[in-house]
């Protein structure tokens, strides 16, 4: 038996661990393609910007929030009239009840 080797960390304990970071980091961004826990980068510059890109907070929400406007689960897009927002894009409703559910 390896004494050395590690059980995988719980995703619960990981998001207290990186207490520092906003919840949005968890999922991957769309936008720059970051991992999952990782920063977003802007690779023509290959820095990293102030704050995380807007596509990924609005995956985070779609993911983890009931959105209250249109009234869909987690995981399914926003929608207005039947359609589906334009490039992902969620209610505000739904980024409140993402951070509540964060809290």
Not at 18 to 33: D, E, F, L
């Amino acid at each position: 038996v390896n004494r050395h080797s590690q059980a995988p960390m719980p995703d619960s304990l990981r998001h207290q661990m990186r207490a520092k970071h906003h919840p949005a980091r968890s999922v991957p961004c769309p936008w720059c393609h970051a991992h999952a826990h990782q920063p977003c980068r802007i690779p023509s510059r290959a820095s990293q910007p102030a704050a995380l890109h807007q596509q990924r907070m609005a995956a985070w929400a779609q993911t983890t929030a009931v959105c209250t406007t249109c009234q869909v689960a987690p995981g399914t897009p926003c929608h207005l009239d039947g359609r589906a927002l334009a490039d992902g894009a969620v209610h505000a409703a739904r980024y409140t009840e993402a951070d509540r559910t964060a809290a």
